[in-house]
């Protein structure tokens, strides 16, 4: 049973940081690219960034500079380093195994959500 376990979050004053941790389990986490995802109240879900099994980052444009995603595969943990938060990052943040599919970052268990970890960016 494949399963995602998200920490990490909290209430943060804009510029603030936070590291958000992952655990994924259930698979064979260090074959796959993970990705980290957020919603924001009566938004869609969206990805945030996202790391191949060899390394390779990308990044939605509004994080870039900001936010910074890792994996330690011995732990099958994915972490998303989040530096000068602003509060439009306020959202309930996720993470998955995910792949390309033509040209396009798609959560793989997607049927597989875990409880997410809020993110509060205020002052």
């Known amino acids: 049973q494949v399963q995602f376990v998200e920490s990490g979050g909290g209430l943060v004053q804009p510029g603030g940081s936070l590291r958000l941790s992952c655990v994924g389990s259930g698979y064979i986490f260090s074959i796959y690219a993970m990705g980290w995802y957020r919603q924001a109240p009566g938004k869609q879900r969206e990805l945030v960034a996202a790391?191949?099994?060899?390394?390779?980052?990308t990044y939605k444009e509004a994080v870039k500079g900001r936010f910074t995603i890792s994996r330690d595969d011995a732990k099958n943990t994915g972490y998303l380093q989040m530096d000068s938060l602003k509060p439009e990052d306020t959202a309930v943040y996720y993470c998955?195994?995910?792949?390309?599919?033509?040209?396009?970052?798609?959560?793989?268990?997607?049927?597989?959500w875990g409880q997410g970890t809020q993110v509060t960016v205020s002052s």
């Open positions: 790391i191949t099994d060899g390394g390779r980052t």
């Open positions: 998955n195994a995910v792949r390309e599919i033509r040209a396009t970052i798609v959560p793989i268990f997607a049927g597989s």
